[in-house]
């Protein structure tokens, strides 16, 4: 079965910045879109950002738009989100979110596998 582990989480001051990574097992990576989401105390899970299986195509929630970088290094089975610029409503549980199905451009909430998820903590 799909594994997916994160880490990489902690506190930060606002500014600061962090860079998660989420290593997966279980299939063949390279075909298959990844995604970050988070979950901040009482709020709905929200999308981050995700990479196509190409690495060609990634696309960015408005809220950490230009200052948040999906990359994934295939050889590896990682998927890394590079946080700058972090702010205190970044503050969340952020998961690492697979596609189910190979071959697409994006990660949906509705149809992938889940990590346990790592907390970032920005202080002001």
């Known amino acids: 079965q799909v594994q997916l582990v994160e880490s990489g989480g902690g506190l930060v001051q606002a500014g600061g910045s962090l860079r998660l990574s989420c290593v997966a097992s279980?299939?063949?990576?390279?075909?298959?879109?990844m995604g970050w989401f988070r979950q901040a105390p009482g709020k709905e899970r929200e999308f981050v950002a995700t990479?196509?299986?190409?690495?060609?195509?990634?696309v960015y929630g408005d809220t950490v738009k230009g200052r948040f970088t999906i990359s994934r290094e295939n050889a590896k089975n990682t998927v890394y989100l590079q946080m700058n610029s972090l702010k205190p409503e970044d503050t969340a549980v952020y998961y690492c979110a697979a596609a189910e199905n190979p071959h697409t451009h994006y990660v949906y909430s509705s149809s992938c596998y889940w990590g346990q998820g790592t907390q970032v903590t920005v202080s002001s």
């Open positions: 990479v196509s299986w190409t690495g060609g195509n990634t």
């Open positions: 279980g299939r063949t990576f390279g075909t298959y879109a």
